[in-house]
Nanobody, 127 residues
């Protein structure tokens, strides 16, 4: 079983920054597709930013230019660096990973493309 562990969430004010971290097993960080998703209560889980298994990145429109997804392969960690946070960024943020050898990663924007999920870390932005 692959375990993903997020941290770094918190309560901030509009315009501030947070860096979210997700520690993963060593064999995941270089070979799996990975992503950050977020979910507000009563809403569907939505993609924020992704890495495909060739290390190409993509971003959802609302966060492009403000968020950065990055990997530290030496420390088996996926990051989401956020800046210029807005109240609409308030949500539980989840780290996800998919194994392309098992048929995952076919559409990085949907939750079904990932088989492993962390427990989430809450980001709250107040005005």
């Amino acid at each position: 079983q692959v375990q993903l562990k997020e941290s770094g969430g918190g309560s901030v004010e509009v315009g501030e920054s947070l860096t979210l971290s997700c520690v993963v097993p060593e064999y995941v960080v270089g070979r799996y597709c990975m992503a950050w998703f977020r979910q507000d209560p009563g809403k569907e889980r939505e993609v924020v930013a992704t890495f495909d298994h060739y290390d190409k990145t993509t971003y959802a429109g609302p966060v492009e230019g403000r968020f950065n997804i990055a990997k530290d392969k030496a420390n088996n960690t996926l990051f989401l660096r956020t800046s210029s946070l807005k109240p609409e960024d308030t949500a539980m943020h989840y780290c996800a990973a998919g194994d392309p050898r098992r048929g995952d990663c076919y559409n990085l924007a949907i939750t079904g493309a990932y088989r492993y999920w962390g427990q989430g870390t809450q980001v709250t932005v107040s005005s």
